[in-house]
């Protein structure tokens, strides 16, 4: 009953120029008075956000995908750093050109958020010795002297292919600093702030309460029967619940929106969709609706995580917060899936999350697949008046399936 009345209150509402690496510089009382009043853009409301990630402005890729719907670019990666000083500062470090991201900035217009991207797969993890205060100071200047060209910092640190690998886990300083950094960029300087967690590093289907520091464990959703196909791949790089200690400690305020990584590898999603649907018989589209709409009813309930100096708490992840993140055309249906079209139709017509991310826009147009325009016209779709949410008011299944690339 309390899920059903949730999914209930979920509908209701929804009709309601440098080179690298880039140091940080103190800032210039000297600078002018227009910038000094620089304010970063905060996101469009009530229109569903489309995130893609890029790691290359100088193609025309970017620019693409912003005319195909794309709101929000989060560019990957920069890192917390320090120098080589004695004693040494923090700065951010990024491979990125950042006079390209300017030039893409200026083109895409101010309708168009572009975010610090913090982390990634191998990335390296902030180094010890410095508060999430001083972190925030250390982005503010850095983003100062680069002409402001960041709207806000997404967090994506994850864990490492070496299993032995100092990041192949967290330790609490690093989540100590990802949530002080959020909430002092968000309450004392207004940035935009956000993370993308990995599915099992903020698992809402979770069926206990435990939490880990590690980042190297086995998928344990896959059930003794079905693990085969992991050991195969000798994938172990799922976490547990990590990122709910820092919601917890800078608070859900503290972020705009938390994309939900999906097409994490062999994640639980990708579990529930593919095998688990196979085996009862449920088509994909269905399979992927409904194991969507069971992570919004869950995130909006909340779930119980026992952290760290906390005991248990419970974490909430309210639906217009709620971003599901999913792979384009590199999944391979098996470690990774690919949503199908009908599933994100549905998606915002019968749950109006916060919006869509995908990893990544280089990979746009691979197999045919633009997510970024698919996600568009589901947004367009669920513009239209339906006079209920049962399956017949969505366009017939001919109708929906032309070639991806003709949308």
């Not at 009709?15 to 227009?34: E, G, N």
């Not at 309460?209 to 000798?234: A, G, I, Y």
Request: net charge negative; charged share 25%.
């Amino acid at each position: 009953m309390a899920h059903a009345i949730a999914l209930v209150l979920i509908l209701l509402m929804a009709s309601s120029s440098c080179s690298v690496p880039c140091l940080a510089l103190a800032k210039d009382a000297s600078a002018p008075q227009q910038q000094q009043e620089w304010k970063p853009r905060q996101p469009v409301k009530h229109q569903p956000l489309v995130i893609g990630y890029s790691h290359n402005p100088k193609g025309d890729k970017v620019l693409q995908a912003i005319g195909h719907g794309v709101s929000v670019v989060c560019w990957s990666f920069l890192h917390l750093d320090v120098d080589d000083q004695d004693p040494p500062n923090p700065i951010i470090r990024t491979d990125l050109d950042l006079s390209a991201i300017k030039a893409v900035r200026d083109a895409a217009g101010k309708d168009v958020l572009h975010m610090a991207a913090i982390g990634g797969w191998n990335g390296p993890h902030p180094p010890p010795g410095f508060s999430g205060a001083q972190w925030a100071q250390t982005f503010v200047d850095f983003n100062k002297q680069n002409g402001y060209i960041f709207d806000g910092l997404d967090w994506d640190l994850e864990g490492h292919d070496d299993r032995t690998a100092p990041t192949s886990a967290f330790t609490l300083d690093t989540l100590d600093v990802m949530a002080d950094m959020s909430k002092a960029l968000k309450e004392q300087h207004g940035y935009i702030v956000s993370m993308a967690p990995a599915e099992s590093y903020l698992d809402v289907l979770a069926p206990d309460h435990q939490f880990s520091l590690d980042l190297n464990l086995f998928p344990r959703w896959w059930e003794k029967t079905d693990r085969q196909v992991v050991k195969v791949d000798t994938f172990s790089h799922a976490g547990r619940q990590c990122y709910a200690y820092v919601i917890h400690r800078a608070g859900i305020n503290s972020f705009d929106w938390v994309s939900l990584q999906l097409y994490e590898s062999f994640s639980r999603f990708a579990y529930e969709t593919t095998v688990v649907a196979e085996r009862d018989g449920e088509n994909v589209i269905s399979a992927q609706m409904d194991a969507m709409r069971r992570r919004a009813v869950a995130g909006f309930d909340g779930f119980d995580v026992e952290l760290p100096n906390y005991g248990r708490v419970r974490i909430q992840v309210p639906p217009w917060k709620l971003v599901f993140g999913f792979a384009n055309g590199w999944a391979d249906g098996t470690k990774v899936v690919t949503v199908e079209r009908r599933a994100l139709n549905r998606l915002f017509v019968r749950l109006k999350t916060a919006g869509v991310m995908f990893w990544t826009i280089e990979e746009e147009g691979k197999n045919g697949l633009y997510l970024a325009k698919e996600v568009n016209e589901a947004i367009v779709r669920s513009k239209i008046d339906w006079h209920d949410l049962n399956d017949d008011v969505l366009p017939d299944e001919d109708e929906d399936e032309q070639p991806r690339d003709e949308l």
